[in-house]
T-cell receptor, first 114, second 111 residues
């Protein structure tokens, strides 16, 4: 059973471009969580999704950021009109059920905004 | 808002010594977890301790939890150079599905 997959692993964008980060959960997992890690800091929760539904987006910036987890395919975190402050590592975790004791993390996508 | 805070922020010890890191949090929890992160890499789950547990062991790791003080400690015994990494505690909040991470402790093991 493959682990949580994220791609790309590294992404470079210029200011004003769009960034799309993908997360494929572990097989059988229908719950996905996105976290952001700024340099030298811990991870910060962004959004929690189940298939086709956003359950908790309390950590997501109100503008430019959106997330989806369609019925088919990976979860997507989309950042529009990126700014330098968006440079960070973005981690996805998946779980087979709601809860914090079964979240499995992916390797992360490191976004650099030039 | 709830926040896990690790102490110290950085720790440097000699190989073979024991390393102790502490974590404090603010609200009631169901469980507390410790993770390791090597520089520029992903998270490795180390251990989970539930709110009704006081101590847990896994290999060279020993975790304690004191819910009355809202604190936890991670002890790594007989440290090795490969233990060099950042260590994070993560807590949940009863009723919430998200993990709240501390700022981490950067551990350096000197050969």
């Amino acid at each position: 059973n493959a682990g949580v997959m994220q791609n790309p692993r590294h992404l470079v964008r210029r200011r004003g471009q769009e960034a799309r980060l993908r997360c494929s959960p572990m097989k059988g997992h229908s719950h996905v969580y996105w976290y952001r890690q700024l340099p030298e800091e811990g991870l910060k929760f962004m959004v929690y999704l189940q298939k086709e539904n956003i359950i908790d987006e309390s950590g997501m910036p109100k503008e430019r950021f959106s997330a989806e987890f369609p019925k088919e395919g990976p979860s997507i975190l989309r950042i529009q009109q990126v700014v330098r402050g968006d440079s960070a590592a973005y981690f996805c975790a998946s779980s087979p059920r709601a809860g914090t004791d079964t979240q499995y993390f992916g390797p992360g996508t490191r976004l650099t905004v030039l | 808002s709830q926040q896990g805070e690790e102490d110290p922020q950085a720790l440097s010890i000699q190989e073979g010594e024991n390393a102790t890191m502490n974590c404090s949090y603010k609200t009631s929890i169901n469980n507390l977890q410790w993770y390791r992160q090597n520089s520029g890499r992903g998270l490795v789950h180390l251990i989970l301790i539930r709110s009704n547990e006081r101590e847990k062991h896994s290999g060279r790791l020993r975790v304690t939890l004191d819910t009355s003080k809202k604190s936890s400690s991670l002890l790594i015994t007989a440290s090795r150079a490969a233990d060099t990494a950042s260590y994070f505690c993560a807590t949940d909040a009863k009723g919430a599905q998200k993990l709240v991470f501390g700022q981490g402790t950067r551990l350096t093991i000197n050969p």
